[in-house]
């Protein structure tokens, strides 16, 4: 697949989209329009008020609904965070995208974004907020992206906190004024995520003045503007300073209700989140750059029941079942409004089948900059009023609490969940014209539907190594020739050595374990038992002096035979550089290092970091693991 090439469905589509626009603005042409793209973090479905919410008053954006369109099966590219900002800014469904769940990932040289095009095309882009598909230094950050200006958080768990040490600015540190105590690691030293002590820059009010500003400094030149608010995701670690993970610098109109105090927080954040829309908006009107810029709302995932909020108090998912983490309707159905005066039609409503991974696609028509993936389809048509091409199907898969799969077509919806376990599981089947909530599963009276779905994850889903779901005999024999080689016996087994340190002890398994299992019992990966080696508990870090004659660090590792549904990341460092790390591992599975330890390092570290659900309940183990001396 070739994300600069265009299929024959993507290349009608786009004939489609510019053909519609050109008809529609033939009076006036708009050369270049300006896009605007608002990203809200865990909004769900029915947080809105022109969504049905009764509680959390959003006047802007129900306005906006007014003067523009709303979106009723607009669906994120997953439904968690970093996942869908991937499908969104690449234009990859979650069978073809590079980063399917959190984690630290960053895309690459090869994945090309919508705004590295419309850079290309003249346009100014930024982005502000949250980015979470790059870390400092690596080959994602926003401005080797396509991004000219950047402010906010790289990565996701900083982004947790409102009241950061610092912020980013286009590769350079920010620092704020808050005092911020940390989650300690391993080794009692301080990690990005955190809360405020001492609270006073508020990141969202920062966020949307440079917004203003960016739109402000740019009114006679074409822009991008992704604005990625971190609102009203949670401060998870908020509990450092005893308070609850709503954070917001007061409850405003909210303050007075009789409501548990994270639910006045949060209707605070959707209502904070609201008046920044209608700065923005303002602030077009108020240039008089109104007419030629789109701007799109939207939410990244289903809301959240994180930091003490309750959606169900608010009932955020609107008729909808489930909530962020699920594949259900809940988890994955987002708001969508868009307005464009003069092009979009004031109070229209839109039951488009549509996704995260066209947004590339209908930005490039909008600015006459072909964009084009085997997934995504421009939907400026039904923007626009023209003919508006229809997915096939669309399709999820997520790795967390067993491994979920959910595909869509027509008005029939399939989920399958513990696919690890069982790949070839059941599927729940849903008839979501009928039975919007997914209450009544008819798996049983429809086989030809599960029939469907089957062909679909067989049509959409390719092997990502870092996301593992399906094994499959026709992709396991592959797996296994990208595999390195097993390595040679050690010289010195790890079991043998005396540690620095053996990593944060778990509070009822203990410390890392020589020749045993975190549990006590012998080293078992996939049935295999293995005689020497380390049990860990993730997370995990193994501290080990290095010596002179030491030549390179070899190991097989993998998550031991507790946990099904489990999955670890290895990492090998040198003292603080990154030598080596390994797909997502999952149970049965194992892997092979063998890296060179360069000359000069002092400490050998080895991490083991829970990929999956955040639990705290998988262990890997380092097995045959040791050094080759010189």
Known sequence: ??????????????????????????AEPVEHPNIVLVLADDLGYGDLGCYGQERIRTPQIDRMAQEGMRFTQHYAGNTVCAPSRCALMTGWHMGHARIRGNSSLSIG?????????????????????????????????????GFDHFFGYLNQSHAHNYYPEFLWRDGERVLLHNEVVHVQDAQGKPRLPGAATKRVDYSPDLCIAEAVSFIRENRDRPFFLYYATTLPH??????????HGMEVPDYGIYAKEDWPEP????????????????????????????????VLFTSDNGPHREGGNDPDFFHSSGP??????????????VPLVARWPGRIAPGTVSNHLSAFWDFPATAGAVAGVPFSTDDGISYLPALTGGTQPEHPYLYWEFGEQGGKLAVRFGNWKAVKLNVRRQPDGPWEIYDLATDLGETTNLAAQHPEIAARADEIVRAAHTDNPHFPLLPRAD????????????????????????PVSLGKPHPTLGEAKADRSIRGEPLKVGGVQFARGMGVHAPSELVY???????????????????????????????????????????????????AIPEGTKQLRLVVTDAGDGTGADHGDWLDAGILRR
């Open 263 to 294: 639910g006045k927080g949060y209707a605070a954040m959707v209502t904070r989140l609201d008046d920044h829309v209608g700065q923005l908006l303002a602030t077009l009107r108020e240039l008089g750059i109104d007419e030629r810029t789109l």
């Open 475 to 498: 992709t396991a024999v592959a797996q296994l020739a990208k595999r390195p080689p097993k390595p040679p016996a050690p010289d010195l087994h790890l079991a043998d050595l005396a």
């Open 234 to 243: 949670a401060n998870n670690e908020a509990r450092l300073a005893k308070r």
């Open 545 to 595: 002096a290095v010596q002179p004659d030491w030549a390179r660090f070899v190991a097989v590792v993998g998550l031991d035979d507790e946990r099904p549904s489990g999955s670890v990341v290895f990492q090998v460092f040198a003292d603080q550089a990154r030598l080596a790390d390994t797909p997502v591992m999952t149970q049965g599975v194992v892997w092979h290092l063998n890296v």
């Open 320 to 333: 909808l079942r489930g909530i962020k983490r699920d594949l259900y309707e809940g988890g994955i159905r």
């Open 109 to 145: 040289p090869e994945d090309r974004t919508i705004a590295e095009a419309l850079r290309e095309a003249g346009y100014r882009t930024a982005l502000i907020g949250k980015w979470g598909l790059g870390e400092d230094g690596s080959a994602g950050v926003p401005n080797q992206k």
């Open 1 to 26: 697949m070739n994300p600069t090439s265009l299929s024959r469905r993507q290349f009608l589509a786009f004939s489609a989209a510019t053909g519609a626009a050109v008809a529609l603005s033939a």
